[in-house]
């Protein structure tokens, strides 16, 4: 009898576990063409970061800025430049921090944080905008030169991620996971 109330409970376990896990919210980052299309789709665990760099149009020196997800949101991390003529950042915001090792300028901090970001790419001549997750650099402006996209994090379980793709491969679309 205990042996069977045991199996039970063990069986229990396992199962409500399994549900739990399905329905776990996951944040992703997302991005998309300004009618709503999605273009890229990327798990975001705690403290994600990703880059984005562009050429400065006067100074022709890359830009880069640091953004972190956390709580869902994307935070500002970080500000490279290598030049602060023509516009670029001097000084570090009062919550902030600058640092230099030689190379790069970097202000670091102060605390902006956005639920989306409306980013603009540019062309091969002006911008040459790109997307660093990681190691790996996609060319923004070679794939949606001129274009708006919009970067925004957003949660979804496993559960509900499989049930979309479900129904959008029922709708003869391509799921975009």
């Avoid at 299309?37 to 640091?66: K, Y």
């Avoid at 902030?96 to 970097?106: A, C, E, N, Y």
Wanted: hydrophobic fraction near 45%; glycine fraction near 8%; include cysteine.
């Amino acid at each position: 009898m205990k042996r069977t109330l045991a199996k039970r409970i063990f069986a229990a376990f396992i199962f409500l576990s399994g549900i739990y896990i399905l329905t776990l919210p996951v944040h992703r980052l997302t991005i998309s063409s300004s009618s709503g299309g999605l273009l890229f789709n990327f798990p975001a665990p705690a403290c994600f970061s990703f880059i984005l760099r562009f050429m400065h149009s006067v100074e022709q020196t890359p830009v880069e800025t640091e953004y972190m997800v956390s709580a869902g949101k994307i935070r500002q991390w970080e500000e490279r430049v290598k030049s602060h003529n023509a516009g670029l950042p001097f000084k570090a915001s009062t919550r902030g921090k600058f640092l230099s090792d030689g190379d790069w300028m970097r202000f670091r901090g102060g605390g902006a944080v956005f639920k989306s970001i409306r980013y603009r790419v540019g062309n091969a001549q002006n911008g040459r905008n790109s997307l660093i997750i990681e190691s790996d650099e996609i060319k923004l402006y070679a794939l949606f030169p001129g274009k708006a996209l919009l970067i925004r994090v957003e949660q979804e379980s496993q559960a509900a991620r499989a049930v979309r793709a479900i129904l959008t491969v029922c709708r003869g679309m391509d799921p975009g996971l």
